[in-house]
């Protein structure tokens, strides 16, 4: 280990959770309460990365898929599909109703 680096030990609980000790918290620009999200490198380490906006989860999903194999994409755009259905189907037994009516 060089001596630009340094290490801190913290305890993992039950539920999965840790503390980021504060200096590291400070070094990194990591508010509280607020995000962080782990990033593997190609040799293995994990790395600790701050998320200060919605842009620093572009990409978080790819190459992943649900239990069918769908990605992100794809699910995004089945369930906008899925709600365009049902917005036509909506649309034409209330509006076109009362535009029948109407007439």
Do not use: C
């Amino acid at each position: 280990m060089s001596k630009s680096e340094s290490e801190k030990v913290v305890s993992v609980s039950s539920r999965g959770q840790a503390t980021i000790p504060k200096e590291f918290r400070e070094e990194l620009g990591i508010d509280t309460p607020g995000r962080v999200k782990f990033v593997r490198t190609d040799e293995g380490e994990v790395i600790v990365r701050p998320i200060q906006s919605a842009t620093d989860l572009r990409g978080i999903l790819e190459g992943k898929t649900d239990d069918q194999g769908n990605s992100a994409v794809e699910r995004l755009r089945e369930e906008r599909k899925q709600d365009k259905a049902s917005d036509e189907e909506l649309q034409e037994r209330y509006v076109g109703r009362d535009h029948e009516d109407t007439k």
